[in-house]
């Protein structure tokens, strides 16, 4: 088995940028999307097209990000 | 390998897939994600869990040297096994590993640049199976502290600057913008960075497939915020994960003598009554010139 049509993209998710890694193994579409500083893994899904895996795991990066407070410094 | 001090500390992908099945070389994946593993991983490499087997789970605290020694016996590593670590967010927790290993004495421990992202990239084979190796009798040396920073020498740091400290956190955590990494729980009590303290974000010592970027680009992201290996450096983070990837850098890519990683790092500071604080735009501009 080997991870297929690896692909990353920069978007903003509730004002924070996010790096969205996607990619086929076997007949599986498996994406991951992580804060892009510092990198942390927010969220892992997967699905049957790249998009369906996508949405899903922005989805619930989406959730945790606006969860996030800034501070007045 | 890019002109760096100790280029025996790190491996190519090509290296590591002549040589996962080599009997003398242990393949271990540390990952932050730690359902990553699962999905797929170099065949023949096993897991170590950042969070339950990577650090005592009852004291914040690493590994002893007992749960060490277990830890390498039952993944079938010997005292003269070659160790090669990998992981992915750029081997942010393999650097976490790896410096464990040193502290522990482990002679051969290498990181596999690029990491898993690098492995995924480039299509190389994955596997499901998990490997059950022959466990071995581990005799770990004692604990190498020269290589770990406690607060008492932060503290000294920031006080009379008796080493440089770099937070290698983001540019909002060090200003005091956010409390933790966006998305993640907020772990402290205060934002901001210890006084003194010269912000050198982690991630800037790799490139975009996740290798490390050369030595020469190094030594000029360093020494641009004074951080030249002529005086001793302590690095921090939140919990010093980050921090001991960029230790890795300053200790084995660039070869500074005298480098530390205050693991209690900023949830430690961050948490502590009465401790100074430098927080804001202003403390921002520092960080950056």
Redesign the interface.
Known sequence: ????Q?QERKIEIAG?PVNV?S?R?DEVW?S?A??V??????S?ASGATREEAEQKAIAR?GD??S?????P? | MENYAHPEVLVDTAWVAAHAKDPNVRVVEV???T??YA??HIPGAQAWAWNTQLCDTVRRDILSQEKFEELMAASGIAPETTLVIYG???N?FAAWAFWQAKIYGHKDVRLMNGGR?KW??E??????ETPHPMPTHYRAQEADLSLRAFLPQAQAASAHGAAGLVDV????EF??????????P?TCQR?GHIPGARNI???KACNEDGTFKSAGELLDLYGAEGIDGTRPVIAY?RIGE?SSHSWFVLKYLLGFDNVTNYDGSWTEWGNLVGAPVE???VA?ARGRS
Not at chain 1, 37 to 42: F, I, K
Not at chain 2, 123 to 128: I, K, V
């Open positions: 088995m080997k991870a297929e690896y924070w890694a990619y193994l498996h991951k992580d804060n500083s510092p990198g942390a893994a927010l892992r990066a945790l990000l969860r996030t407070r800034r501070h410094v | 990952d932050v994600d359902k990553a999905e797929g992915d967010s750029n942010w992202k995924l990239a299509g190389g084979e994955l596997s499901t956190r983001s540019p909002q200003t005091g913008e956010i409390l933790a990494p966006p998305g993640l907020e934002g974000p982690w991630g983070c980050r927080r804001g735009a921002a």
